[in-house]
């Protein structure tokens, strides 16, 4: 039986249209996601967690995204399961997360894999230097990747940023990081990039990762080897001399955070 030039051409099409819908893979997840890597800091350790948000907001901000974490020596993989709906609803539009932490990696190369929903597969290496992790995928299907390198907190690191209450004030700034540097503290620059908490530009200049309120901070970063009870008597004096005019947030490298309004 012959078939009729028409009946040939919606055979080849239905023939291509089949292989293509085979070809393309099922984001049963329900929403892309963005990928983010964060450092923490524990003391001396250094921990790696990955953070997971749908582009997709949902009515509820405390969705979760279900998640299984296999993780071995040389590798390790993310299930991103399912978005779960929470038992008690927080009345908020937001999208859906995972923190899934894999805590201190020793330097090296591990193979790297997240699974989406039930059929999307990315596959990759995450290598882990003294200076920075990086990530590189041989495709990115229904995700976006926002950390591709994340430099690493040097282990005598020391930030933060200085509000200001009422007007900025160049000679309280100026004299705050002159007091930290006669306790030792050093302006070193610090390599260009992405670091989590901050971000440094080719110039050395450092801005917070977020900014609330009408105007930047004036910022800082250093390095410091010396007691951080000294830092906390800092704060403590520039509270009660100046607490109507600043409010200063710190960070070390040892995972502590100091707040001047919370000194006295």
Known sequence: MKLTLRALIFCLVGLFACEESAD???NTLGTEVDVEMKEYLEGDQRLLMFKFFTTRDFGCINH???YNLQQQTDGLAIHLNEVEEPTACLKAMGPASAFVDVGALNIGEYEFSLHIGEAITNTGVLTVNPESYQLVLNAEAGMNLETIQLQRIPKNALWGS???LNKPSDNIANSFVAQLAKLGATQDKFEKGDYGF????ASGKVSPKTVTGDASPFTFLMNYRGDEAELVALLSEINRNYGDEVNIRMRTAQGN???SWDLY
Do not use: K, N, Q, T
Request: hydrophobic content about 45%; aromatic content about 18%; glycine content about 0%.
């Open 24 to 26: 393309e893979a099922i």
């Open 64 to 66: 979760r995204i279900d």
């Open 162 to 164: 200085i509000r200001f």
């Open 198 to 201: 901050f971000e440094v530009d």
């Open 257 to 259: 955070e100091y707040r």
